[in-house]
C-alpha cells in the first residue's frame, strides 16, 4: 500500500469544525483513501473511505483532491469524544496483503 | 455477540512460555488481521489472513505463529515468548479490501515478565 504523510498532531476547540490533512503523493487509480481513529485504550474505529469523491457520513466527510494526491477529514462540529489519534490509510481495491498504519494525526480537542 | 471478539484482555506470562491469543469474529468475514501496538511504533502487522487456510507474513512476524482452520478464529500463537513481545494486540476483520471497512477487536494486553 502506497504511503501517507499526516501532521503529528493538531489542537481545536470544541464544538468548532476540525479539518485533519493527509498527503499521498504516490496514491494509485485503485488505491481507496481510508480514515480510522482509535481512542484511548480501545481498538482503532472506521470512520470514512472514499475512492475518488467526496464522502458523507454520520461521523465526517471526506474531501478528496482532484488530484487524488491529498485528502481532509472533516469533523463538523468537534467534541471532547473526538480526542484520539485518525490515521488515514490507503488500500488498493486488489490485492491481498493487511492494512498499513502510520504513526496518524493526535487530535486534541480543548473546552 | 455480533462482531469480533479477543480473548483474554489482559494476560502476563513468564519468558519461554507458549502463549496464544484468541481472535473470533461472528460476521464470515475473509480478510483477518493481527497487529501490534507498542509506544512510538504505532500499528504494525503481524500476520493476515485472505481467507481459510490462506495466512502471510506481515511487517513483524518473528516469533509469531497463526492458523486459520475456520473462517471466524484467527488464533495467533507466541512459541516462546519474550519480554520484546510485550504489547497490546488487535484483531481485525474485513469482508474484502479497498471498498470495506474494517473492524477492530478491543485488544490483548501481553506482558511478558
Known amino acids: 500500500d502506497a504511503k501517507t504523510t499526516q501532521p503529528n498532531s493538531m489542537e481545536s476547540n470544541e464544538e468548532e469544525p476540525v479539518h485533519l490533512p493527509c498527503n499521498h503523493s504516490?496514491?494509485?487509480?485503485?488505491?481507496?483513501i481510508h480514515w480510522y481513529r482509535q481512542l484511548p485504550s480501545q481498538g482503532p474505529e472506521y470512520v470514512i473511505h472514499?475512492?475518488?469523491s467526496n464522502v458523507n457520513n454520520r461521523m465526517a466527510s471526506l474531501a478528496i483532491a482532484e488530484d487524488r494526491k491529498s485528502s481532509t477529514l472533516i469533523l463538523h462540529r468537534a467534541t471532547l469524544r473526538d480526542a484520539a489519534v485518525y490515521y488515514c490509510?490507503?488500500?488498493?481495491?486488489?490485492?491481498?496483503?493487511?492494512?498499513?498504519f502510520g504513526k496518524g494525526t493526535h487530535l486534541i480537542i480543548q473546552p | 455477540d455480533a462482531g469480533i471478539t479477543q480473548s483474554p484482555r489482559y494476560k502476563i506470562t513468564e519468558t519461554g512460555r507458549q502463549v496464544t491469543l484468541m481472535c473470533h469474529q461472528t460476521?464470515?468475514?475473509?480478510?483477518m488481521f493481527w497487529y501490534r501496538q507498542d509506544l512510538g511504533h504505532g500499528l504494525r502487522l503481524i500476520y493476515y489472513?485472505?481467507?481459510?487456510?490462506i495466512t502471510d507474513k506481515g511487517e513483524v512476524p518473528d516469533g509469531y505463529v497463526v492458523s486459520r482452520s475456520k473462517t471466524e478464529n484467527f488464533p495467533l500463537t507466541l512459541e516462546s515468548a519474550t519480554r520484546s513481545q510485550t504489547s497490546v494486540y488487535f484483531c481485525?476483520?474485513?469482508w474484502g479490501r479497498g471498498n470495506t471497512e474494517a473492524f477492530f477487536g478491543q485488544g490483548t494486553r501481553l506482558t511478558v515478565v
Open positions: 489472513s485472505a481467507a481459510a487456510d
Open positions: 481485525a476483520s474485513s
Open positions: 460476521w464470515s468475514h475473509s480478510y
Open positions: 490509510i490507503l488500500i488498493s481495491g486488489g490485492g491481498a496483503d493487511g492494512l498499513t
Open positions: 504516490t496514491i494509485s487509480g485503485t488505491d481507496y
Open positions: 472514499g475512492l475518488t
